[in-house]
């Protein structure tokens, strides 16, 4: 289940779906809002003239469409039900609009549960509680409690860091704060998996904000005592705002996280959430190694995307508006071209490092634990 539907734009349902078959899933989609405002005609030049058709999202501020109802989502699910087709591996659920209809996600996922009880690793619920960002809410205020009572079913989450603050009410402001955050969501819900987006943090500065332009991913799968084992990645930040990237992030961590448990420890998938034994590292774990993964696709595709933009905004210049700057453009124009070249981007998709010098791969690393965090 992923938000968002509109004609052309890669966000939502569109982006995750089309990430996830391009990986080779089976994937049936159940949309959570339909977000769409018209079509939008620009002619586009590669290998020969084609019309592209551009449909908007809430990245142009300016949309019609609709929130789908709680009882609506609970229909769709119960027409697989009935039909018998509601036997799925996994479940990736993202934006939901209102605390009703996280509450009936919250009902689908466990009744998917239920059916795979006698073969433990059989489904696994990757949940991405989409709430906000940068210190601001984009949703009602009752969700957040809503998405809490939700954590103890869910096998991994995808917070960004303000999402991750309000789940564990835990200050994120360095990397001691950041552990003390991911330690309660281990220890107070019994998540086995987290991974934090958008941390803009230094580890080896732990009480200092990183001003360089880069963002740091955390991840952890616990230990049989649910004890955190953290690791981080460092990634170079591209200026540029993208819309559909949480999207894609979490359709290449469903797909590339059951890969590596796969290629780690094939019996692993044969256990209740995939968890790895104690004695592996932070940096051995399934979840590391499909987190460099997912970023190295991402890496690529977003920097081919802001080439891209580039371009297209500086023709528009020259074509149009001689004598502008790129900065003077209108949002819509400036959004319209970043929307994500994912589909010219398929093999940086499937073979994200197959042109990557080993000083360009993204590599996950240990972090330290303050004992008196974790054993508090």
């Known amino acids: 289940m992923r938000p968002n539907d509109p004609n052309r734009s890669y966000v939502g349902n569109k982006m995750a779906s089309l990430v996830m078959q391009a990986l080779g899933c089976d994937v049936s989609a159940i949309n959570t809002v339909y977000f769409s405002r018209q079509l939008l005609c620009v002619l586009a030049f590669d290998h020969g003239t084609k019309l592209k058709l551009v449909g908007n999202h809430t990245g ?62 059989s489904f696994f619920w990757l949940l991405d509680p989409v709430m906000g960002d940068e210190g601001r809410l984009y949703v009602s205020a009752d969700i957040v ?81 649910y004890t955190p084992r953290i690791f981080s990645i460092t990634v170079p930040s591209i200026p540029v705002f993208f819309s559909g990237t949480g999207d894609m992030f979490a359709a290449l961590t469903a797909v590339r ?57 500086r023709d528009v210049i020259s074509l149009d508006h001689r004598g502008q700057r790129i900065e003077d453009l209108s949002h819509e124009r400036k959004v319209r071209a970043s929307e994500v070249r994912v589909v010219n981007c398929m093999d940086d998709l499937r073979y994200p490092e197959a042109d990557l010098q080993p000083a360009e791969l993204l590599e996950a690393q240990a972090v330290p634990l303050d004992t008196k965090l974790h054993d508090a």
């Open 257 to 313: 996280h059951r890969e590596a448990v796969a290629n780690t420890s094939p019996s692993l998938l044969s256990t209740r959430s995939w968890r790895p034994p104690d004695d592996f590292s932070a940096t051995e774990l399934p979840l590391a190694r499909a987190t460099e993964k997912t970023l190295a696709s991402m890496q690529k595709i977003l920097t081919k995307t802001a080439q891209a933009r580039e371009k297209e905004l």
């Open 60 to 121: 142009y501020k300016r949309w019609n469409g609709r929130k789908v109802p709680a009882a609506e989502i609970q229909e769709l699910y119960d027409g697989l039900k009935t039909c018998a087709l509601n036997r799925f591996e996994m479940m990736l659920s993202g934006y939901i609009a209102s605390k009703d209809a996280v509450e009936v996600v919250g009902s689908i996922a466990r009744d998917l549960r239920s059916n795979s009880s006698a073969e433990p690793g």
């Open 145 to 225: 409690p809503a998405y809490r009572s939700l954590l103890h079913d869910a096998d991994l989450i995808l917070p960004n860091a303000f999402e991750a603050e309000l789940l564990s009410d835990v200050k994120i402001d360095s990397t001691n704060s950041l552990v003390a955050a991911i330690t309660k969501l281990h220890k107070t819900y019994h998540v086995p998996h987290i991974i934090v987006t958008s941390v803009r943090i230094s580890p080896e500065k732990a009480h200092e904000v990183n001003v360089d332009p880069e963002l740091m991913v955390f991840g952890s799968s616990c230990k049989s005592d």
